[in-house]
């Protein structure tokens, strides 16, 4: 069973920054595409930026564009969530997700394993 575990989160105001980071079990990292979703409360789940294997391709949200960046460090097995000029709107609880091996970064595929989430809340 693969492990997927969210850090990072946490209560900021409007306009800073904040990092994610998440690690995996199992297998190494650089093999799988990987992605970072949200959800707020009352709200569907939504992709928000997705990284292919190689870290040479990557897909985000248009909310984001430009404000968030994903990145990933295969040798230290960890994936990344830059988000700078943070909003009201972007409050919501973020997953980590592993998606398929050998793929490119799309957040339309199947992403199997999951982490728990971390907390973001930007205040205004």
């Known amino acids: 069973q693969v492990q997927v575990a969210e850090s990072g989160g946490g209560l900021v105001q409007a306009g800073e920054s904040l990092r994610l980071s998440c690690t995996t079990s199992?297998?190494?990292?650089?093999?799988?595409?990987m992605g970072w979703f949200r959800q707020a409360p009352g709200k569907e789940r939504e992709g928000v930026a997705c990284?292919?294997?190689?870290?040479?391709?990557?897909s985000y949200a248009d909310s984001v564009k430009g404000r968030f960046t994903v990145f990933r460090d295969n040798t230290k097995n960890t994936l990344y969530l830059q988000m700078n000029s943070l909003k009201p709107d972007d409050t919501a609880m973020y997953y980590c997700?592993?998606?398929?091996?050998?793929?490119?970064?799309?957040?339309?595929?199947?992403?199997?394993?999951w982490g728990q989430g971390t907390q973001v809340t930007v205040s205004s």
């Open positions: 990284i292919g294997y190689s870290g040479g391709s990557t």
């Open positions: 199992g297998p190494n990292l650089e093999n799988y595409a």
């Open positions: 997700a592993r998606g398929p091996r050998i793929a490119r970064g799309s957040c339309d595929m199947t992403y199997i394993y």
